[in-house]
């Protein structure tokens, strides 16, 4: 039995019927491991990206309070707490991403007041009785 399987492992490497398994068996499942890593990272990036919001969103809640402070510095120091933050856990994420979260997490908290969407606005002079 030993004989007969040696002569099989010969007659596959000598043949190249090994050699074209392993060919197709690359070819086969490269693009599927890269796929499978593009996938993976668009889920790192989507988790990565609800973090950054989350931290926005608090750090902007944070600071609603905060008297005697404008807007811009308001802005500068959330930005400034969740870019901190993020590097502090070792996550490298850039500047503009982290400001983008931070005014988008303005935008929804209540410093910034609610505008009706459907409702025209006035122009010229407007006469209220």
Do not use: C
């Not at 993976?40 to 969103?57: F, I, P, R, Y």
């Amino acid at each position: 039995m030993w004989n007969f399987l040696m002569h099989l492992g010969n007659w596959l490497v000598t043949s190249g019927v090994a050699g074209a398994v392993a060919v197709f068996a690359w070819k086969y499942f490269k693009p599927v491991m890269v796929e499978k890593q593009k996938h993976a990272k668009t889920v790192q990036e989507k988790e990565l990206l609800g973090l950054v919001n989350s931290l926005a969103d608090n750090a902007v809640n944070s600071l609603v309070s905060a008297q005697g402070v404008t807007g811009p510095d308001k802005f500068k120091e959330a930005t400034k707490i969740v870019g901190g933050t993020l590097a502090d856990k070792g996550f490298d994420v850039h500047r503009e991403t982290v400001e983008h979260a931070v005014q988008a997490a303005y935008e929804k908290s209540d410093l910034t007041p609610t505008v009706d969407p459907n409702k025209e606005p006035q122009t010229g002079v407007v006469v209220h009785d």
